[in-house]
């Protein structure tokens, strides 16, 4: 069997065990009859665990289930799954414990790295400075990083706990028809612009792509834009100022071009007359 099984004293010493237990445990199965459960339990799972066993002695419990770390005979640490169901005779007196533990280390192990490599995601995913937001299969939102709280107003929990979020961006029904059909149906990596609400009112101006993962659900990477939009709004303004003004400057310099012709033709002509008159 994959399964350990033992079978232990009302005080916890070990009677019997089958071959498993004792290969999981690095004992022989004559050793592990000459100690007791405290032995092969890591401190703070054991104080867990006392609590539970005397839940079964003073009647509360049937049997129990934990995680818990085992300490082999060479001192490695490895985790199993523990059950334990304590056995009464007809008066109900407390006659042994019987146990079953199997070997989880590997899923425990592949669980923390989970665990971790998600941890990572997090900080990361909280801490761009780019919003990012993620949709399950049906078009509901499902993450909401710090980014975008920042920029919308909107917490994740208000977003996440909205029945249609998407109204909150979107207040026109057309808009919000589109938005959702570029979530969902149309995901394209290219970078748009949109112009969604804050929950303040104010509209700002985003550029967004949506990109579709393998398990169907999409992710949304985008900026915002406003400010740069704004700027570059009053650098065309001021470049439109600067080729009036240059066109306002050739007008009057052609004019005054005109001008002085004008008036050196009429002091030559005035020159002229006079020359003549003197000639007279």
């Not at 009677?15 to 690095?26: E, I, M, R």
């Not at 050793?31 to 890591?42: A, G, N, P, V, W």
């Not at 002695?57 to 770390?69: C, E, F, H, V």
């Not at 523990?82 to 592949?110: C, H, V, W």
Request: charged fraction near 30%; aromatic fraction near 8%; include cysteine.
């Amino acid at each position: 069997t994959a399964i350990g099984l033992s079978r232990a004293s009302p005080d916890g010493e070990f009677n019997q065990v089958n071959q498993k237990f004792a290969d999981l445990t690095g004992y022989t199965t004559e050793e592990l009859c000459c100690i007791s459960l405290e032995d092969i339990s890591f401190a703070e799972d054991f104080n867990t665990e006392v609590q539970l066993v005397q839940q079964l002695l003073d009647g509360t419990k049937d049997s129990y289930n934990m995680r818990k770390r085992l300490i082999k005979k060479d001192g490695n640490i490895i985790w199993i799954h523990q059950t334990a169901t304590l056995i009464r005779d007809e008066k109900s007196n407390p006659l042994y414990f019987l146990g079953a533990i199997a070997d989880i280390d590997a899923r425990k192990k592949t669980e923390e790295a989970l665990e971790q490599s998600n941890e990572r995601f997090r900080m990361v995913f909280d801490n761009a400075p780019v919003l990012i937001e993620t949709f399950n299969i049906d078009g509901r939102w499902t993450m909401w990083n710090k980014e975008c709280e920042k920029v919308f107003g909107w917490s994740e929990e208000e977003i996440l706990s909205h029945k249609n979020p998407i109204e909150l961006f979107y207040p026109d029904p057309k808009d919000q028809k589109q938005a959702f059909e570029t979530i969902m149906s149309t995901p394209d990596n290219v970078f748009k612009e949109w112009y969604p609400q804050r929950k303040d009112g104010k509209v700002v101006t985003c550029s967004c792509s949506n990109y579709k993962l393998n398990d169907g659900n999409i992710i949304s990477l985008g900026y915002d834009i406003t400010e740069r939009k704004l700027t570059e709004k009053k650098i065309q303004e001021y470049q439109q100022r600067l080729k009036s003004l240059a066109a306002q400057l050739t007008l009057v310099e052609e004019q005054e071009r005109r001008r002085i012709a004008a008036d050196l033709h009429d002091n030559v002509g005035q020159t002229l007359a006079l020359t003549r008159l003197q000639l007279a």
